[in-house]
């Protein structure tokens, strides 16, 4: 089986090879992914600060328009020089303002205030705002612009968000008032703002404003879904110190987000409100979908004939292997299992005919076998005790010098066997010996113990079909007489020393010394050996 594990390693190797391959390129694809995502976020973020800026300058450069507007500045500077008339002059600043306004066309104000020089507000225009006579002194914005300077900021007006742009209003050399151009944040503003990215304007933990790219290729994430980190914002130090959070990654239903959150730059950042970008990344791809991720053209040009060719081959040497080290041993075994159904009892595997975890089986079924055939030999002889009176405390399921002692292996203790077998005369009665008190048993060999007392004559043997002898089963109830009789003497037990265990037990042997000798006839002698009973297979020649 070397070969065969030898192989299953290799072929184990092979596929961690290849997972760790797959793995180490599904790594690759999603770093890269990440990588790319990351830098157009940072590449957004730089647009939109650039975008920002630009779209304040574009405001203040608009309202120009307004501040140097005649109607505006003779207004203005008269409610600066007589303040009493302040009445007087309002309707006609509005009127001049709601002109102006209109004409900015889509840069026109959601909020257009004329400030006086005590930072009052004089006039308002717009949809949005509060009404007139509420006061913008100390403000950072309108202060500069009282001052002579343009500014722009973002300010948060209630619930709502503006940007913020500031001139101020010049007369005849002198500083008469301000005017402030507010831009309500809304969606459709945040839209203006990128076409490749989502921009959105939070407050606190609620979104105020969330732009819609134009292109329809760019993903576009949920509300809740942008919302979802802006509680997390208040734990992330560096947002708190750099103004601007870490990269987070937003999970939606059918698509992930990178996003970055950032404080905004104005006044109303002081109420938290801050802006985030966020675009889309692909989600990290698996094992399981590498196929899904690929094109139909990735996939097609893949060496399938490559790739198929070479599984099969791989999987054909492993069958073949397989076969040689495993399915051909196993069914010589089986083979040589069956035979052994028309062999002899005593017949066993040849173990060294296998190897390995094969021969192992061979011989742990050659164990099994000698352990059930000598419980059947014991369970005939009802423990042993009739066959071990027959024939000793050896094994009687070999044919050998422990069960029957041959004539060639007794040279120095019984007489050579006769040449024939000598049939007894036609009216010739064979004597049963007396199984009352005379005891008539066979003359022991030479070397053996004292003969028995009583009439002495050799026993005939049994002759093959056709030769005229006396009967056979006459004959072996004789030899069992005599046995029986001789153990009887010794003070051996007899009780389970029946007659037909007896015959099977020398017809056996019978057959086992014909076959093993050639010869046509045995005679069976009872002699004492060792203080037991004995006997003694003594083949005839003819």
Known sequence: MFISRFWTLLLVIAA??????????????????????????????????????????????????????????????????????????RPKLLTALNKKNDDLDKYR????????????????????????????????????ALR??????VWKLGSDVYLIAARPVIHSGQYVGAIVHGLLLTDEMASKFSNTAQVAYYSGGVMLAIGTPDSEDVARAKD??????????????QYEQKNRSDIHRIKGEKQDFLAVFSKIR????????????????????????????????????????????????????????????????????????LALEKADVKDQLNVYKYKRNVRKIAIAFNKVMDYKLKEVMNAMGEGGKNVSSILGDRDTSRLSSAAFRFAEDMADDIPAPPSALEAPPPDAKPKLPNMGGGKVMPTPPTGAAKPLTGPQKPLGAATPPGVPSIDETVYFKQVHAEFVALKQ???????????????????????????RYGCKAVKFNVYEKDGKASLKAIPVKP
Do not use: C
């Not at 990440?34 to 940072?42: H, I, N, Q, R, V």
């Not at 800026?53 to 500045?73: C, E, G, I, N, W």
């Not at 705002?129 to 202060?143: D, H």
């Open 16 to 89: 961690a090879i290849s997972v760790s391959v797959l793995m180490l390129a599904k790594d690759l694809v999603n770093r890269e992914r990440e990588e790319s995502a990351t830098a157009g976020l940072y590449k957004e973020l730089d647009k939109l600060e650039v975008a920002f800026t630009l779209h304040a300058r574009k405001r203040l450069d608009v309202l120009v328009s307004v501040s140097a507007d005649a109607d505006v500045t003779s207004n203005m500077a008269s409610i600066a020089h007589t303040p009493g008339k302040v009445d007087e002059y």
């Open 109 to 144: 104000a959601d909020m257009l205030l004329a400030v006086g020089t005590d930072g009052d507000v004089l006039v308002k225009t717009g949809a949005k705002g509060r009404e007139n006579g509420f006061s913008l002194a100390g403000v950072p914005t309108v202060e500069a």
């Open 148 to 153: 002579g300077y343009v500014r722009d900021d």
């Open 224 to 237: 809740s879904e942008i919302s979802s980190p802006l509680a997390r914002l208040e734990s992330d130090k």
């Open 266 to 337: 104005g006044q109303a950042a002081l109420n938290g409100v801050g802006w985030a970008v966020v675009v889309p990344v692909s989600r990290p791809i698996e094992l399981t979908s590498i196929y899904e991720e690929a094109g139909s053209q990735d996939v097609e040009n893949l060496p399938w004939l490559t790739i198929i060719g070479g599984a099969l081959l791989m999987i054909l040497l492993g069958w073949f292997w397989n076969y040689f080290e495993s399915e051909r041993p196993i069914s010589k075994l089986q083979k040589a299992i």
């Open 489 to 515: 003497k010794l003070g051996e037990p007899v009780d389970q020393l029946t007659y037909e265990r007896f015959e099977v037990t020398l017809k056996k042997n019978r057959d086992a010394l014909k076959a």
